[in-house]
């Protein structure tokens, strides 16, 4: 099972960047996005599930935007209204199961990609 993320990138304040996260090897029943900034702890982001139910964390709700491409194995992120704030390594997971959806334990992950935005 491979998660390999794509995307990430220096933009500036208020810009936008679309995060794609490949999958193969396996089929999930979840998929989330998750995020790391230096010296914090990991953060959920946002999740769908096989039947497209989405869910967003607080600090990215109306900004981001969670969706999936059955055909091409593919999880997208679309980040609109980017903050200096939002900097940081980004991660997409999945899992066969649905456990606590969605804040649930992740099986699989990506290596994540970096995000930069600048003031």
């Known amino acids: 099972v491979q998660l390999v993320e794509s995307g990430g990138g220096l933009v500036q304040a208020r810009g936008s960047l679309r995060l794609s996260c490949i999958v193969s090897?396996?089929?999930?029943?979840?998929q989330a996005w998750y995020r790391q900034a230096p010296g914090k702890e990991r953060e959920f982001l946002s999740a769908?599930?096989?039947?497209?139910?989405?869910a967003y964390a607080d600090s990215v709700k109306g900004r981001f935007t969670i969706s999936k491409d059955n055909a091409k194995n593919t999880v997208y992120l679309q980040m609109n209204s980017l903050r200096p704030e939002d900097t940081a390594v980004y991660y997409c997971?999945?899992?066969?199961?649905?456990?606590?959806?969605?804040?649930?334990?992740?099986?699989?992950w990506g290596q994540g990609t970096l995000v930069t935005v600048s003031s």
């Open positions: 997971a999945g899992d066969q199961k649905l456990q606590g959806w969605p804040f649930q334990r992740y099986k699989y």
């Open positions: 090897g396996q089929t999930f029943g979840s």
């Open positions: 769908i599930t096989w039947n497209e139910r989405t």
